[in-house]
Each structure stands twice: as structure tokens, then as C-alpha cells.
């Protein structure tokens, strides 16, 4: 059997023993890690002091209308918690940031903050993999979801 498929055999399985809230994403490889720190919306620091931008998701800047409510959600998602990290096609971005899609106690971090109105839908070329699915989601969260969108929070 390939490495990867090994790699994301073992991800499923461990993701199926933590009550999986969304259908289960293809990642390549798996990592854990312990998250140390949410700087905003869609960028935390692990317990390595390294940097990690979320795929696919774009939230308000410091100073930004729902910028405060974004970096409290993902630090409700994740902070103190140990996630598991998926890789797209990059290593990094332009910032030197590792670039991974997150999963918190069976929930798909990136997806969730679209859902909840917290994150737009953003393309990370060349880190497509999910946009489709981000977009739908952005779509149905404009009907009142989340701070970005409506009055629910």
C-alpha cells in the first residue's frame, strides 16, 4: 500500500474515534500538534512556535468589523487543544507560515468558521482543493450566520 493512502487511513481512523462532525476531507500527511496561541481569525501558534495560516479561509484584520469575534471562535476551536494538521499542496506561504487545513475534536476548523460566519471563502493557489466546498458554505452563511453575515453569533 502507498504511503499516503496509509496516511490518510490512519487519519480517517482516528478522526472516526473522535465523533467526526463533517464528512471527512482528504489530508496528506497527518500531523498533531499542540496549538500555543491564536494571533486572528485564521492564524495560530503551536506549542513549537511555529506559525500556521489556515487554507481557504479569510478573516478581518485588527481593527476590522468582526475581527475580534473570528479570533475568539478559533480560539474556542483550538486553543490549548491538541489538532491534527493537513497538508494542501504548500509547505508555506509568502510569510513563512505553514499552510494546513486544522481539525479540533472531529470538526474541519477551516470549514467551520466559514459555516459560522466568522471567515470568507479564499482561494490559496496553488491550495484548491476545498474551495468548492468553502464557497457553498460561504453562500449558505450569508443567509444570517456569524458575525460577518447576520446577527447570530
Known amino acids: 500500500m502507498h504511503l499516503s493512502h496509509l496516511a490518510s487511513l490512519a487519519f480517517a481512523?482516528?478522526?472516526l474515534g473522535g465523533c467526526l462532525q463533517q464528512e471527512l476531507p482528504y489530508f496528506e500527511p497527518?500531523?498533531?500538534a499542540e496549538v500555543e496561541r491564536v494571533i486572528d481569525g485564521d492564524t495560530i501558534v503551536l506549542k513549537s512556535d511555529e506559525r500556521v495560516r489556515l487554507i481557504g479561509i479569510d478573516t478581518p484584520e485588527k481593527g476590522e468589523k468582526c475581527f475580534e469575534e473570528a479570533k475568539n471562535r478559533l480560539q474556542q476551536l483550538v486553543l490549548g487543544k491538541s489538532v491534527l494538521l493537513g497538508k494542501g499542496v504548500s509547505e508555506r506561504d509568502?510569510?513563512?507560515r505553514l499552510v494546513r487545513f486544522v481539525y479540533a475534536d472531529g470538526?474541519?476548523?477551516n470549514l467551520a468558521l466559514i459555516e459560522e460566519g466568522f471567515a470568507l471563502a479564499f482561494e490559496f493557489e496553488p491550495d484548491t482543493g476545498f474551495s468548492e466546498l468553502f464557497r457553498e458554505a460561504e453562500?449558505?452563511?450569508v443567509d444570517g450566520n456569524g458575525c460577518l453575515w447576520g446577527t447570530k453569533q
Open 30 to 32: 497527518v500531523e498533531r
Open 139 to 141: 453562500l449558505k452563511a
Open 107 to 109: 470538526l474541519f476548523v
Open 94 to 96: 509568502v510569510y513563512g
Open 13 to 15: 481512523l482516528l478522526m
